[in-house]
């Protein structure tokens, strides 16, 4: 499967963008998707993620904030992400996996085989 990450950008602090992950190939490898940052010197992190199963899943300091959907017929995953902070800035990566995980198992990395190009989300304060 193929992943290709789009819709970054650069927003002010408070203001929202959506990034998007469209799947290609493989998709039956897409049970889970998952979004996971990566902050300048930091480890990346997970995000958030959601499952076919309708499990959605969310990092604490971005629940209420952003929003994960998946569009099957586009094969497509959307993260909203409103009242957007400087510490929301970050590599976005996408990221799939066949297998049924979980919580804690979206969480990790280790759990997708499957990862797309980073997209850059820049917040200015």
């Known amino acids: 499967v193929q992943l290709q990450a789009s819709g970054g950008g650069w927003v002010r602090a408070g203001g929202s963008l959506r990034v998007s992950c469209a799947a290609s190939g493989r998709t039956d490898y897409t049970y889970v998707m998952g979004w996971f940052r990566q902050a300048p010197g930091k480890k990346r992190e997970f995000v958030s993620a959601?499952?076919?199963?309708?499990?959605?899943y969310y990092a604490d300091s971005v629940k209420g904030r952003f929003t994960i959907s998946r569009d099957h017929a586009k094969n497509t995953v959307y993260l909203q992400m409103n009242s957007l902070k400087p510490e929301d800035t970050a590599v976005y990566f996408c990221?799939?996996?066949?297998?049924?995980?979980?919580?804690?198992?979206?969480?990790?990395?280790?759990?997708?085989?499957?990862w797309g190009q980073g997209t850059q989300v820049t917040v200015s304060s």
């Open positions: 990221a799939s996996d066949r297998s049924r995980h979980r919580w804690p198992h979206v969480g990790f990395e280790r759990s997708y085989d499957y």
């Open positions: 959601i499952t076919l199963a309708g499990g959605i």
